[in-house]
């Protein structure tokens, strides 16, 4: 089975930067998808960004510009670069993979969609202060 392991999270002021890296164990086919969500208390879980074995990326609005998905396929590893950080973007960040079926979806949804989704990592904490 595949298993996820999030860091890189932090605290950081307004206008910063992050580098998230999530580390994948396990078989992962030629066709996949790997996504970085984010949840805040009480709140549901929302796509971030995707990106499928092509290098295909899809980004929802609020990181479009600002967040940058990439994977490294030798090292199994996906990662989120992270500029302009702003309060807004505080939350608990989540990679997960489907790892036999590339991003699915609406053209501009695709792979941000928390169902298609049965592998998670527990996720690593992101805190933007003013």
């Known amino acids: 089975q595949v298993r996820l392991a999030e860091s890189g999270g932090g605290s950081v002021q307004a206008g910063g930067s992050l580098r998230l890296t999530c580390v994948a164990s396990?078989?992962?086919?030629?066709?996949?998808?790997m996504s970085w969500f984010r949840q805040r208390p009480g709140e549901k879980r929302e796509g971030v960004a995707s990106?499928?074995?092509?290098?295909?990326?899809t980004y929802a609005h609020a990181a479009l510009d600002r967040f940058t998905i990439s994977v490294d396929k030798a090292e199994k590893s996906l990662y989120l670069q992270m500029n302009g950080l702003t309060p807004d973007d505080t939350a608990m960040y989540y990679c997960?993979?489907?790892?036999?079926?590339?991003?699915?979806?609406?053209?501009?949804?695709?792979?941000?969609?928390?169902?298609?989704?049965?592998?998670w990592g527990p996720g690593t904490r992101v805190t933007v202060s003013s």
């Open positions: 997960a993979v489907d790892p036999v079926m590339g991003c699915r979806g609406f053209p501009h949804e695709k792979g941000l969609h928390p169902s298609d989704f049965a592998t």
């Open positions: 990106i499928n074995a092509d290098g295909t990326t």
């Open positions: 396990g078989t992962i086919s030629r066709y996949f998808c």
